[in-house]
């Protein structure tokens, strides 16, 4: 008997299937993640909400059996902060792609990182617009070639991590889908975290990045993956060039939004309505 993994099919919406990414795409092995994640949290399904906005990563809410939200480009962290503060007791996760973190959602990001709302905000990077046909995108690494930038990106990519850090956000991780065990560990303790937390997953998109860059198909970016990652703190920085580092960045706590936004309103007298 082959192995299987264990038994999630209660997390995901079956109606649903097929799921409209390419073979071996990235996304598959980070939306499972989320759902062992949800296996091993326990919260009842009726007080989870993921938000997605557009592009591949934003077809994730379809597949999971939560509350969701397919929102416009970029305004999954917009959708997720008015439903977080209308109901701080449910728990928001957004699944979102280059353009929603670091492009047209780039100033939602910055913010909901500065006010540090308690929000799980999942970064799916496979460096490239894979949905729309496969434009260079903010974290497309310099000297890539995408469909818009066939002679090689002349851009200074965004460090998602590095941007999350100097925003403020309190829980700052990152992992691949080669390290596909720290998956679900680093969304466990994200979501677990009482305050903004972002977990940036590298993965793979052969379709377009793999097949423009000549990285091989899903199994040979999964190494290239392997090979441009380390984890932090074990190696010097000269050994750190070319390299980006994994693991998790920041854990720390300070005053959480909707908790203050709560004080305000009694403050004032104004209280949720039950």
């Not at 999971?64 to 416009?72: L, P, Q, S, W």
């Not at 729309?132 to 070639?145: D, H, L, N, R, S």
């Not at 991590?161 to 403020?168: E, I, S």
């Amino acid at each position: 008997m082959p192995k299987t993994g264990h038994d999630l099919s209660k997390y995901l919406r079956q109606e649903m299937m097929p799921n409209v990414w390419c073979p071996g795409c990235g996304h598959g092995n980070i939306t499972r993640g989320l759902m062992t994640s949800l296996d091993r949290l326990q919260i009842p399904l009726n007080e989870v909400v993921v938000i997605g906005g557009i592009g591949c990563s934003g077809r994730t809410p379809f597949y999971v059996n939560t509350n969701a939200m397919h929102t416009t480009h970029g305004r999954a962290l917009a959708f997720a902060t008015g439903t977080k503060l209308a109901n701080p007791d449910l728990t928001v996760i957004t699944t979102m792609g280059d353009g929603d973190t670091a492009a047209i959602g780039g100033n939602h990001f910055i913010h909901a990182c500065r006010r540090n709302i308690d929000i799980t905000a999942l970064v799916f990077n496979n460096s490239i617009y894979g949905m729309t046909g496969g434009q260079a995108a903010p974290t497309t690494p310099t000297g890539e070639k995408s469909t818009t930038t066939m002679y090689g990106n002349i851009d200074q990519s965004f460090d998602v991590v590095n941007l999350a850090l100097a925003a403020g956000a309190t829980f700052v991780a990152r992992t691949t889908t080669f390290d596909f065990q720290d998956i679900p560990d680093m969304i466990t303790r994200a979501i677990q975290h009482p305050g903004f937390s972002v977990v940036e997953i590298l993965g793979q998109c052969p379709t377009y990045y793999g097949r423009i860059n000549k990285l091989g198909d899903a199994s040979q970016m999964l190494d290239y993956e392997k090979d441009l990652t380390i984890p932090q703190g074990y190696v010097s920085r000269e050994e750190m060039v070319g390299k980006k580092p994994i693991g998790i960045f920041r854990e720390e706590t300070r005053p959480e939004y909707t908790q203050q936004y709560q004080n305000v309103r009694q403050k004032a007298g104004v209280k949720y309505d039950s």
